[in-house]
């Protein structure tokens, strides 16, 4: 028998026509991805022939640019609303996870729990719920007259939600024979009206890295997706992180830090190079300059010179985590707005590695083996090309090393993560 | 072949009809998936798929369908490629923005097959498990289901059918002239848009509202596209009356088919002729464009109703023999999509 060594975990971010922003551009991109499910099919097959542990989806209540002539210069004001686009892909796979991102600021616990224990139904157990807080004004301005709510209480309305969902998932929420949920937030009396999870319960993912976010990952998450750029910053994250676990009786291994990570991959360096220049290429300043604003919660950074240091900012009542890790890359590598926006573009503040099959899989090793990552949220910066490229090169070279499964060690995501059928509902 | 009007069938998946056989589990996809790929080589224009709220008492999760009926309708587009495909949800359960962009998706994922069922009766059960224990009263219910149904219908139009460009050389991938806002400020919600899907191949999914009363008829004039009707027997909405309304409204006649919601009894294999005069009968008199057969998610009941039923309404030339277009609008002959 081979000694059994630990096994990194891969999620198949997919998004629009690819993660760069420009990606739309690419002339080998699918430009008409956000409209055609045929595509979306084969991503998910591609992903699930690598053995991905799941596909991962973003989502936002609303367009993500409120300018409409940059947003008309990107492909992402369109796209498939991600729990209809996964119900589609369960019907079209049968092995790979299928985690969607939704918002405890816009929806009903009741529903939610309910809509996802149907995914997983519908999958056979391969169903999960990336837990966000939503950050935008513009889903807020979809969702009534009185704007985003600040920071602290979206968490405090997500602590509350996140419970109640657990509950219902739990089969410990019944308010005919016992207390129903009667909080701040919510009221709830029923139980779902669904059969148990096949899984035991749906696998909860959260984003949000702010010290709100993180206690709350530490409470309810079994995966946790993140933003980091250097080695240290993920490093201190996943310590911070696993170290809170212990407050709520858990495990470090309870829990799976996957960050994203955003790979340009080609046989030669040079190659890999030039793909990445390439798409950079593809980016027009006001795209990027609004995209980086849009993250650093100001509206007006297109009113200070593009080739000036980026400018005092007041704290974020938005994604106070990606705002922080943004100014600290501009300080570290003393760039300018323009600079900023192109590097930020190509991947929203996530991890970039650009080079050779080998290089990638030795960059994803020393975070993997270096206690900074148990896993990561792979993000290709346009579609197919690019996650093919991943599942052809990269993969085979992670298995070699015997850092990724060669086949599915089960049927449901829980299996995939190594996690037993789910009992979370103690904690909270 | 008999020529004039062809009568339009729908089948409701109602997993607690009388003729359900006795079962422990609900129904599998695999079986849910069979029963609409039968239902879809029949050539029916659609089937409705049930989002009941719990039932009373404790047993209901063994009997329902266990799955909601908007990710039950995603997995099923991807199997099948005509049949119309249409899924109940609340007004209480979901916020318009949300239920108009799953819709939307769900469209799109179909080809332009998808509708929303909206029922007018308030259900104070399912308020309790949406923060809202107080329920809604029946006049709020309907003012507000009002203006939910308006907003749904705003943001599925926020997008002109050729508003995207894709003009990767030039970098327009839309143009900015053909995205609307909403801009909705009103009585109970505030959405601006636009909504963050592609317009509908079909224009919009199709709207069918049931469970009208008297007060209801001027809402369901204006938006329905398709209107379920039960029994003339049962006091409530008249078929006659709609089509006034709707005209009254600018609506064409044909703009709104009214279906008959029919539930078959067990004497259906030994009779068919007796359900097709059942269905003929209403159908001649004009009281309705069709109907809307209530079915166990149950493969034999349905083979009964296709291989016994469908053929003795074909032999009297009440129904068409293939699908007409590729949508569901197409299907009901409604505007839209393939129309244009
Ligand atoms: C890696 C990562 C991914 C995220 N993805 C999304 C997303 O898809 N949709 C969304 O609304 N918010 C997303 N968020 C933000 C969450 O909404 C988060 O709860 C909120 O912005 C507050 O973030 P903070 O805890 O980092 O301040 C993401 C956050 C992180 C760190």
Not at chain 2, 64 to 68: G, K, L, S
């Given at each position: 028998m081979t000694a059994h060594r630990r096994q990194m975990k891969l999620g198949a971010f997919l998004w629009a026509t690819g993660h760069h922003i420009a990606a739309w551009r690419h002339p080998k991109a699918h430009v008409t991805a956000g409209v055609d499910i045929e595509h979306y099919i084969q991503l998910a097959r591609t992903a699930e022939a690598a053995k991905f542990d799941m596909i991962f989806c973003e989502d936002a209540a609303?367009?993500?640019?409120?300018?409409i002539n940059i947003a008309s210069q990107t492909s992402r004001s369109i796209g498939f609303e991600p729990i209809s686009l996964l119900s589609a892909l369960a019907a079209q796979t049968s092995r790979i996870g299928l985690v969607s991102t939704a918002s405890t600021s816009y929806t009903e616990p009741y529903g939610l729990a309910r809509t996802f224990l149907s995914l997983d139904h519908l999958s056979g157990g391969r169903a999960g719920w990336n837990l966000v807080t939503s950050a935008s004004h513009i889903e807020a301005a979809n969702f009534g007259a009185t704007g985003l709510r600040p920071h602290a209480d979206r968490y405090e309305r997500a602590r509350e939600f996140a419970a109640v969902v657990t509950a219902l998932w739990q089969g410990k929420l019944d308010g005919v024979s016992g207390p129903g949920h009667d909080g701040r937030s919510f009221s709830v009396r029923d139980p779902l009206d669904l059969p148990r999870s096949p899984q035991g319960a749906p696998v909860m993912v959260q984003a949000g890295a702010s010290d709100e976010g993180r206690d709350l990952a530490a409470r309810t998450a079994d995966v946790v997706f993140t933003a980091a750029q250097t080695f240290e910053e993920a490093k201190a994250f996943y310590d911070d992180l696993k170290g809170r676990l212990a407050t709520y009786g858990r495990e470090p291994n309870d829990i799976k830090i996957m960050p994203g990570v955003a790979p340009v991959v080609a046989a030669t360096e040079a190659e890999a190079t030039a793909k990445y220049e390439e798409l950079q290429e593809l980016i027009p300043d006001d795209v990027g300059v609004a995209l980086l604003s849009s993250y650093l919660s100001i509206s007006d950074l297109w009113r200070y010179p593009i080739d000036g240091p980026l400018p005092e900012l007041p704290a974020s009542e938005g994604m106070q985590s990606r705002q922080a890790l943004v100014i600290e890359q501009s300080r570290r590598d003393n760039l300018s707005i323009r600079q900023l926006a192109r590097h930020f573009a190509g991947a929203r503040g996530h991890w970039r590695v650009v080079g050779t099959p080998a290089q990638i899989a030795d960059e994803l090793e020393a975070r993997f083996e270096g206690g900074a990552a148990d896993g990561f949220n792979v993000m290709p910066s346009y579609f197919p090309g690019e996650l093919d490229a991943f599942a052809v090169l990269v993969v085979p070279e992670l298995q070699r090393r015997g850092l990724f499964r060669t086949d599915y060690e089960g049927s449901t995501l829980r299996d995939h993560l190594g996690y037993e059928t789910a009992d979370v509902s103690s904690r909270l | 072949m008999a020529s004039g009007a062809k009568m339009h069938l729908a089948v409701s998946l109602f997993p607690e009809s009388a003729l359900s056989p006795p079962s422990d589990a609900g129904p599998d996809f695999t079986l849910l998936a069979r029963f609409v790929q039968k239902a879809e080589t029949a050539g029916l224009d659609m089937v409705l798929l049930a989002d009941s709220a719990p039932a009373a008492g404790g047993d209901a999760p063994n009997r329902?369908?266990?799955?909601?009926a908007t990710t039950l309708l995603a997995a099923l587009a991807t199997i099948t490629s005509r049949i119309g495909l249409v899924a109940a949800a609340s007004t209480v359960a979901h916020q318009p923005y949300n239920l108009a962009r799953r819709f939307a998706s769900l469209d799109v994922i179909s080809h332009g097959r998808a509708g929303w069922h909206a029922s007018m009766v308030p259900d104070p059960r399912e308020a309790t498990n949406f923060s809202r224990p107080e329920g809604f009263s029946r006049d709020d219910f309907r003012r507000r289901a009002e203006e939910f149904i308006g907003i749904v219908r705003g943001l599925w139009r926020g997008w002109d059918a050729d508003a995207l460009l894709f003009d990767q050389r030039g970098g327009r991938f839309f143009d900015p002239e053909k995205m609307h806002l909403l801009d909705h400020k009103g009585e109970f919600f505030s959405v601006r848009g636009p909504l963050n899907v592609a317009r509908s191949p079909q224009d919009m999914p199709v709207l069918v509202m049931s469970g009208l009363s008297e007060p209801d008829m001027e809402i369901a004039a204006r938006f329905a596209d398709v209107i379920l009707l039960d029994e003339p027997s049962i006091a409530g909405a008249k078929p006659d009356d709609l089509k006034r309304h709707a005209l009254a409204f600018g609506?064409?006649?044909?703009?709104t088919k009214v279906l008959m919601t029919v539930a078959p009894g067990a004497d259906m294999a030994a009779r068919p002729d007796l359900i097709a005069d059942r269905l003929e009968e209403p159908f001649r008199s004009k009281s309705c464009d069709g109907f809307n057969i209530l079915m166990p998610p149950a493969l034999s009941v349905l083979d009964d109703f296709v291989d016994l039923v469908l053929p003795e309404l074909r032999r009297r030339g009440l129904l068409r023999s293939d699908y007409p277009g590729a949508t569901l609008r197409s299907h009901l002959g409604l505007a839209g999509g393939d129309e244009r």
């Open positions: 609303g367009v993500r640019e409120a300018d | 329902q369908v266990p799955f909601e609506r064409s006649p044909g703009a």
